[in-house]
C-alpha cells in the first residue's frame, strides 16, 4: 500500500495549467526525485502534498495520505519565529506538548544559570514534570535532543542568530524531531556546504525514511534517489533509475514526440488546403473530413508546447592583462581568528577557478584580497590591468524588490547591449523566459529560481572579463544549470566560482582552491572529484604508511609466555592481518585509480558512486584492522 496518492491533481497559477490531471504513487521506502524547470509547479504539488488528504490546496483532484503515518515537510524557505530558541523551534511541530517541551526546557535552562526565584522555579518545574508525565511527552522530547544533537546545532541559540545553512539543518530536525516514516524536501542542499551536503546524503540513506524531495544538485540526486519523476507541462513523467538514465530515456521521448507533432502539423496543413478549396462540406464523404480538421485544430491548440530554453550569452569584453593577481605569503585574521594564513597564488587570464570550504571559512575574505578589495594583515598583493569585475551575489543583494525586471536589467533605457549588438529590453528578457508582459513586474513577484535568472540576465548585460559567481546554481533547474555550464567553458575570461554543486564545480572549473582548517588555504588542478581524490590518496597512503611502520607479525619472535598470552585462534588472526591489510590497501589504490578518472562520472555515474561508496568502506575497514592488529601485538608482547 502506497504513503501518499495524487490523483488527477489540477493546480493553475493565473491562466497557466501547473497541473494538469497529474498523478503520482509514493510507496514505502521509495526515494524519489523531482525534477522539472522553474515555474512549473514543483513546491506547489510538495505543499499540497504536505497538506495531507483532501484536496487541500489543489483546484480539483484528491491526495490521498495512508492513515496513521506522520510527514515531515521542509519548504524551500522555511518559516520560524527569529525570538525563538532552536529548541523551542524544533518542538513546535509536536502538536499539544510543544509549548508544555518548551516551558520545561526554559524553566531548566534558568535553574541551571540560577536566574529568578529557586522556589517558584522548583515549584514550576514539578508541576510540568507532572503534566509532561500524564502527556506522555518525555519521548518527544528525548526525540528532539537527539535531533539537535545530530545536526550540530545548540538548543538554547536564538533562531535570529542562525546562518542559513544552520537554518535549513533546524528545519531539517523540527522536520525529524516526529519521527516521520516520509519526509519532503524541497531543495535541501540550498545554503548547506559540500561536508553538509554530504551528510546529509548519508543520513538520509541511513535512517531509510521515505523520501520525495526536489533538487537541482545532480550529485546529490544520483546518490539518494531510487527514482526521478518529472513535472513537466502539468503531467508527471515517471524515469526509473540514475539522471543519466534519465537523459537518455528523456531525449527519446523528446524526439518522438517532435516526430508526432510534425506528422499532426503536416495532416491539418493538407486538411486546411482541402477545406479552402472549397469542397462542399455537405456532401457525405466530405463530413468525416470537415469533422477531422475539427478535431484536429482542437487538438493543435490544445497542446502544450515544451517550455523553450534560456539563450545565455556573454560578453567577455576587453582582454585584461596576462596577469590577473598574484599573492605571496598573504595573511588576514579576524580579531585572534585566522581566516587565511601564509597564503600564496598566481592567478592568469582565463584560470577558471572555484573556491570550496565549509561556510564561515572565509571564501568571500579571500576572494576580496585576490580582487584588490580588502587588503591583507601581512603580505604582498600584486593586481593585473584592465580588469572589469562582474559579481553574481547568492543573497540577491543586488535585487531591489520594487523595481521592475526591465529597470533591473537596463535602468533608465529601454535598450541593453549585448556583444556590439543593441536589443530591446524586452526581447532580451524573453531570452531568459520571462514572457513580455512581466517586464514591467517588481521584483518581489519573482520566485527564488526567476530571481536567479533575472540576476545572471543582469550579469550578463553588461562585459566584464573577470566573472566572481557567489552560489549561482541556487534554485536554478537543471537543464539551466547544464547551459550556464557550457556557457562558463567557452568563457574567454578569467572566472571565480564559489559552489557546493560538486557536478557544476567539477564541468567547469580548471583548478581548486580549498580551505584546509585554520586558515590554511591550498590550490589543486581540476575540480571537486580531483581534489577529493587527492584527499583520499592522502588518506590512504597515512594509512600505508601506519601500516608499514609495523614490523609484519610473522618476523616477531614473541616470548613463550607472553604468546601464550593469545588463544591459538587470536594468534592464526595476528598472523593473518598483514595479509588482509595489503589486500585491502591494493584495492584501495585501483579505486583510487578509478575514481580519479573524470570521465567515469560522466560515462557511469551510478559505478563512480559505487566505487566511491567501497572506498569509504575501505577506509573503515583498514582502520578497525589496524587496531585490532596494534591491539593483538601488544597483548603478544609486540607493541608498536
Known sequence: MPYLKLSAACLAYGHVPLLDHADFLLDPGERVALIGRNGTGKSSLLAALAAGSGKGRLDDGEVWVQPGIRVGYV???????????????VVSGMGEVA???????????????????????????????????????????????????RFGLDPDAGVGTLSGGQKKRLALAQALAV?????????PTNHLDIAAIEWLENMLIETGVTLFFITHDRSFLNRVCTRIVELDRGKLVNFPGSYGQYQQRKEQLLHEEGLANARADKLLKEEEVWIRKGVEARRTRAVFRVQRLDKLRAERQARRERMGKVNLQLDAGDKSGKLVAELEHVSKSYGE????????IRIQRGDKIGVIGPNGAGKTTLLRMILGELQPDQ????QGTKIDVAYFDQFRTQLNPDSSLADVISPGSDYVEIGGARKHVIGYLEDFLFAPERARSPVSSLSGGERNRLLLARLFARPANVLVLDEPTNDLDIETLELLEELLQNYDGTLFLVSHDRTFL???VTQTIAAEGDGVW??????????????ASLGRESVREKAEARPPAKAVEPAPAKV????WKEARELEGLPGRIAALEGEQAELGLRLADASLYQSDPPAAQKAAERLAVIDDELMALLERWELLEARAGNPA
Not at 591550498?522 to 584527499?535: I, L, T, V
Not at 601464550?564 to 588463544?567: A, C
Open 75 to 89: 519548504p524551500q524557505e522555511p518559516p520560524f519565529d527569529t525570538e525563538s530558541t532552536v529548541f523551542e523551534a
Open 99 to 149: 509549548q508544555l517541551l518548551a516551558a520545561y526546557h526554559e524553566v531548566s535552562h534558568q535553574m541551571a544559570e540560577g536566574t529568578g526565584d529557586h522556589d517558584a522555579l522548583l515549584a514550576r518545574m514539578e508541576s510540568l514534570q507532572h503534566e509532561l508525565e500524564v502527556s506522555g511527552a518525555w519521548s518527544y522530547e528525548a526525540q528532539a535532543e537527539r535531533v539537535i544533537d
Open 179 to 187: 519521527a516521520p516514516e516520509v519526509l519532503l524536501l524541497d531543495e
Open 337 to 344: 581568528r585566522p581566516i587565511v594564513r601564509d597564503f600564496s
Open 379 to 382: 603580505g604582498v598583493v600584486r
Open 506 to 508: 567539477d564541468n567547469v
Open 522 to 535: 591550498r590550490e589543486y588542478a581540476g575540480g571537486y572529484s580531483d581534489w577529493a581524490s587527492y584527499k
Open 564 to 567: 601464550d598470552k593469545l588463544s
